[in-house]
């Protein structure tokens, strides 16, 4: 099995920085997309920024020049440096990634983390 590890989440004042991290543990072969999705509280589940099997970045446009999606293959890990927070970026952001694993043999599966909560208040 495979999973998803993140953290970083918290309370920030609107302005502020966070930067959350997500790292992928188990018997994995490859990992092709691996992104971050956001749900507000009572609302939609959306993109926020995800690297894509094509090695391209596709990114909000709500959050596009104060988020900075990166990635560390070496350690199965996808990171998101969030300037700029305003109060609509309040949600819960999960990790998600296209994985490949020994389960035993080639295995694929769309991987979900628990979720961490950002609160951003004006």
């Known amino acids: 099995q495979v999973q998803l590890v993140e953290s970083g989440g918290g309370l920030v004042q609107a302005g502020g920085s966070l930067r959350l991290s997500c790292v992928a543990s188990g018997n994995i072969y490859e990992i092709y997309d691996m992104g971050w999705y956001r749900q507000p509280i009572g609302g939609q589940r959306e993109l926020v920024a995800d690297f894509t099997s094509r090695n391209t970045i596709d990114i909000a446009d709500a959050v596009k020049g104060r988020f900075t999606i990166s990635r560390d293959d070496a350690k199965n890990a996808v990171y998101l440096q969030m300037d700029s927070l305003q109060p609509e970026d309040t949600a819960v952001y999960y990790c998600?990634?296209?994985?490949?694993?020994?389960?035993?043999?080639?295995?694929?599966?769309?991987?979900w983390g628990q979720g961490t909560l950002v609160t951003v208040t004006s």
């Open positions: 998600n990634a296209d994985v490949v694993f020994d389960d035993p043999g080639y295995t694929y599966a769309d991987v």
